[in-house]
């Protein structure tokens, strides 16, 4: 069975950094494809961050490049997010998810088809 | 980017009725397009990727449709268990986008 975990979400103030992790298990994670979209509660998704199953493909939508960089580690079978100048409008439920699709070279989702519980990230003073 | 707008935004229905969400996005994006649907307090779950391919263990009531712009998410004959929010996807492009998505009540 799949399982993502996420981790490291707390309250922040603007301009400070946060790390989210994303522990994964139940499939080859070198595989594949993973993923942080991003819902403020009660609103849409946002895809925010996708990185290919090598890690040589990174992607990210405008409003965080600069600030936020996605990374994976095989060794640990873990995904992380560095979220560095947090603002208000940053402040949301960020899941991780695994790609459906494997070995493709893109960071682009071209499916979710697990996602973890999601790590709260509040930005506020 | 690509915009990906869903209509309605939100709807009612009954159980047995058969429910249309429509999604369309403002270029072409071939069949890259996804389904999802969320239940509150839970996180998305894929049932549909590439317009029209279930994914397993999905009901065959859930179907989609179309190609280029204009897409289709179908519930055949509505249950209870799926009033939920459903979301479009659009894998075409990066960044990739979303809908805004549309609630669908029990009337």
């Known amino acids: 069975e799949v399982q993502l975990v996420e981790s490291g979400g707390g309250l922040v103030q603007p301009g400070r950094s946060l790390r989210l992790s994303c522990a994964a298990s139940g499939f080859i994670f070198d595989d594949f494809g993973m993923h942080w979209v991003r819902q403020v509660p009660g609103k849409g998704l946002e895809w925010v961050s996708g990185i290919s199953w090598t890690g040589d493909d990174v992607a990210y939508v405008d409003s965080v490049k600069g600030r936020f960089t996605i990374s994976r580690d095989t060794a640990k079978n873990s995904l992380y997010l560095q979220m560095n100048s947090l603002r208000s409008e940053d402040t949301a439920l960020y899941y991780c998810?695994?790609?459906?699709?494997?070995?493709?070279?893109?960071?682009?989702?071209?499916?979710?088809?697990?996602w973890g519980q999601g790590a709260l990230v509040i930005v506020s003073s | 980017d690509i915009q990906m707008t869903q209509s309605p935004s939100s709807l009612s229905a009954s159980v047995g009725d058969r429910v249309t969400i429509t999604c369309r996005a403002s270029?072409?994006?071939?069949?890259?397009l996804n389904w999802y649907q969320q239940k509150p307090g839970k996180a998305p779950e894929l049932l549909i990727s590439?317009?029209?391919s279930l994914q397993t263990a999905v009901p065959s009531r859930f179907s989609g449709s179309g190609s280029g712009t204009d897409f289709t998410l179908t519930i055949n004959s509505v249950r209870p268990e799926d009033f939920a929010t459903y979301y479009c996807q659009q894998s075409y492009d990066i960044p990739s986008t979303f809908g805004q998505g549309t609630k669908v009540e029990i009337k």
């Open positions: 590439t317009t029209s």
């Open positions: 270029q072409t994006i071939y069949n890259y």
């Open positions: 998810a695994k790609d459906i699709k494997d070995r493709v070279d893109t960071a682009m989702l071209l499916g979710a088809d697990s």
